[in-house]
């Protein structure tokens, strides 16, 4: 099992900051991906940001505020996040592809339990 853990979330002013972090840990021999997503209530969950080996991926709406890195020994994702807007609430899910041992096959999608991000206007 992979278990992940996420922290960072908070209530802050439009315009400010936050970073969130993700740590991976349990059984663990690869990781394809590592990102972020995000939900409202109502809506669909959203990819926010995503780190493969080719590259990184943003939702349009983020692209130039928000950066997405990764830190491998640790196995742990960043998504640091500037110029907050309203519109960036919502409650931001870790989400990690990864193979968990060497004769798996396939890999498989992990989730964490959310962190809440409040921006107050």
């Known amino acids: 099992q992979v278990q992940l853990v996420e922290s960072g979330g908070d209530l802050v002013q439009a315009g400010g900051s936050l970073r969130l972090s993700c740590a991976a840990s349990?059984?663990?021999?690869?990781?394809?991906?590592m990102g972020w997503y995000r939900q409202v209530p109502g809506k669909q969950r959203e990819l926010v940001a995503i780190?493969?080996?080719?590259?990184?991926d943003y939702t349009d709406s983020v692209k130039g505020r928000f950066t997405i890195s990764r830190d491998n020994p640790k196995n742990t994702v960043y998504l640091q996040m500037n110029s907050l807007k309203p519109e960036d609430t919502a409650v931001y899910y870790c989400?990690?592809?990864?193979?968990?041992?060497?004769?798996?096959?396939?890999?498989?999608?992990?989730w964490g339990q959310g962190t809440q991000v409040t921006v107050s206007s």
């Open positions: 989400y990690v592809d990864a193979k968990p041992s060497s004769w798996s096959r396939v890999s498989y999608g992990y």
């Open positions: 349990g059984s663990i021999f690869s990781i394809n991906a």
């Open positions: 780190i493969r080996k080719g590259g990184t």
